[in-house]
């Protein structure tokens, strides 16, 4: 996505927030049931935006559910619970000022006085949640670099790296697993980030 197609649906959200918060609903109001409509399109654009059957939803409630954990006996270990800081989410947090990023990072990473995120899946390059496309070896259409030396991860430099240490410094037991997205777009058939599959 580019920046500025990021900045008009930023845009587009912010004008549609209402000025001032909706009244509180009221639990005990017995409104028939809200109405759904539903329209769907496949991948393949074989349905374009058809019209499903609607979606109710009503007064229903749940049984009751009882949970026991039986802690004699023990399956798998959990690595830990974390999150994904991408592009633009670092790039959004660079622009807060020190003292709100702080308080952020904080109540994110620490592990006392946060909720102590403990792993991230760093996307290497571009994911579909960055400011613009990109790898670390990007190149004109038609060039190579099989030797990687136009290899660089300089875009990450700005404003993603920096934000990575200020998690690590809260929390250094922070495990951080890469995540390539998409080769280089000379490395695939399409010559670009966008579709293609590995050249061989």
Known sequence: MSFYAFLISLIAVLCAAPLKAPPAPNCASTKRPTRITVFESSEELHESLEEKPA??????????????????????????????????SAWLLSKLGDAQR???????????????????RQPMGASDFALEDYSY????????????????????????????????????????????????????????????????
């Open 137 to 200: 070896d990007d190149l004109s259409p038609g060039q190579k670099d099989p030797e990687l030396k136009r290899f660089s991860i300089d875009h990450d430099r700005a404003y993603l790296i920096p934000i990575l240490r200020e998690a690590l410094a809260l929390n250094p037991n922070l495990k951080i697993m890469a995540s390539p997205w998409s080769a280089p777009g000379w490395m695939k058939t399409s010559d670009s980030l966008i579709k293609g599959t590995l050249l061989p």
């Open 102 to 120: 702080k308080e952020l990072l904080v109540e994110s990473f620490h592990p006392a006085k946060g909720i102590a995120l403990g792993i991230l």
């Open 55 to 88: 979606l109710q939803f009503g007064s229903v409630r749940a049984p009751s559910l009882t949970i026991e954990v039986e802690t004699s006996r023990r399956y798998q270990q959990i690595d830990g619970f974390g999150a994904s800081l991408t592009d633009s």
